[in-house]
């Protein structure tokens, strides 16, 4: 099992920037694709971005597209969720995610416990 430990969140004012870190442990040799989703009050949990591994392959949602970036550091079993000109919108709480597969928008075996990103108009 892989264990996700997200930081970053915090309140920041319509566009804005934050960077969001998760940092694995376990048995992260498993992982091929790690990945961000969210959830707004009242709504459903939603894919944000995806990163292979190895080949660096991105996804994004078209909402984020060109606001956000995913990168990672394998050397620090880290990925990184670089949000720029934040919108209320945005506003939810991140969660990590990690797949023993190549996917993208579903397919995930473990979860952080998520962190708070509230932005303000």
């Known amino acids: 099992q892989v264990q996700l430990v997200e930081s970053g969140g915090g309140l920041v004012q319509t566009g804005g920037s934050l960077r969001l870190s998760c940092a694995a442990s376990g048995r992260t040799f498993s992982i091929y694709t790690m990945g961000w989703f969210r959830q707004a009050p009242g709504k459903e949990r939603e894919f944000v971005a995806s990163?292979?591994?190895?080949?660096?392959?991105?996804y994004y949602a078209d909402s984020v597209k060109g606001r956000f970036t995913i990168s990672r550091d394998n050397a620090k079993n880290t990925v990184y969720l670089q949000m720029n000109s934040l919108k209320p919108e945005d506003t939810a709480i991140y969660y990590c995610?990690?797949?023993?597969?190549?996917?993208?928008?579903?397919?995930?075996?473990?979860w952080g416990q998520g962190t708070q990103v509230t932005v303000s108009s």
């Open positions: 995610a990690s797949g023993r597969a190549r996917i993208s928008r579903s397919g995930y075996d473990d």
């Open positions: 990163i292979t591994r190895l080949e660096g392959v991105t």
